[in-house]
């Protein structure tokens, strides 16, 4: 019993932060999602009235937050599996053999992960700007007329993805790189002794081996693109004609701007369930695969 109650001692403080900063906050979310929480309410709490789903249908109802919602979907989807990819091809290379200078690599790698988010974004505004921006002119050096990144819906939010896999992959970088280093050498040696070239070492040991990580890579990677809200905050402000619109942006201008705390609630409660399911989804597609 009093090794129970010892264990249960050290985690106690843990487990108080946990409900203080998480639990709390997502049950007060969820309730303040069920009020017309605005600028009145908060003057005065007299103010402040049950609305039921009112806040949900809502939302249901208004084409910007579908608008948000896709746009949101289409940066995930387009830049989830670049990230990754270029993630585990950065991380293939510093972790090879005959790559030199692997400390370098790694520093420059990861640079853009530390660097403050508005000032690269500055910078890649003026990168992409469509008659004196350094991409178009490279572009035009090849033959390939200008694009007007960030002032056309149908580019606008590839530039933000491209912009937004730079500054984050080195992050998953790292990551892939420390499990890399803890496959053991015997393993390749193995392969190579059964006539696998390099493909099959990467596809019957690499990734084999890299699976839990890939899923812990996959889940923080999901998350954290939908969350989409300081790119396109400072590189278009939502445009042109909303392309760039995320739900995080969304939900800002309705709780800071319209001061519509109750809707604003209502969609981090959305983005929430959203963001659940597909985690226990990847989770659930992981226990299968390894399974099979």
């Not at 109650?5 to 639990?23: H, I, R």
């Not at 090879?96 to 853009?112: C, D, E, H, K, L």
């Not at 099959?200 to 939908?226: C, D, E, K, N």
């Not at 963001?275 to 989770?283: G, N, P, R």
């Amino acid at each position: 019993m009093s090794r129970e109650l010892t264990a249960w001692t050290f985690v106690a403080p843990a487990l108080a932060a946990l409900g203080l900063f998480f639990a709390l906050p997502v049950v007060a979310a969820l309730l303040l999602s069920f009020t017309d929480f605005d600028i009145y309410a908060l003057a005065d709490l007299g103010n402040l009235r049950f609305v039921g789903l009112d806040n949900y249908l809502a939302l249901a109802r208004t084409p910007l937050f579908w608008k948000a919602l896709g746009n949101t979907a289409e940066f995930v989807i387009l830049g989830v599996p670049l990230s990754i990819a270029l993630s585990l091809g950065a991380a293939l290379l510093v972790n090879s053999r005959v790559a030199r200078w692997r400390g370098v690599f790694r520093t420059i790698y990861f640079a853009p992960v530390v660097t403050t988010l508005v000032a690269v974004a500055l910078i890649w505004r003026y990168l992409f700007q469509a008659r004196y921006g350094l991409i178009d002119w490279a572009l035009g050096r090849v033959g390939i007329a200008p694009i007007d990144w960030l002032g056309d819906p149908a580019w606008a939010m590839p530039a933000i993805v491209i912009f937004a896999v730079w500054k984050n992959f080195g992050y998953n970088m790292i990551i892939l790189l420390a499990g890399l280093q803890t496959i053991p050498d015997e393993l390749y040696e193995a392969a190579r002794i059964d006539g696998a070239g390099a493909w099959g070492q990467f596809r019957h040991v690499t990734l084999p081996a890299l699976a839990p990580i890939m899923l812990v890579v996959s889940i923080l990677t999901v998350a954290g693109y939908f969350q989409l809200f300081a790119e396109p905050y400072v590189m278009t402000q939502g445009g042109p004609v909303e392309s760039t619109t995320s739900i995080i942006y969304m939900m800002v201008d309705q709780g800071f701007k319209f001061w519509n705390l109750g809707v604003a609630t209502a969609i981090a409660v959305v983005l929430f369930a959203i963001l659940l399911s597909l985690t226990l989804a990847q989770l659930a597609l992981a226990r299968r695969w390894s399974r099979a």
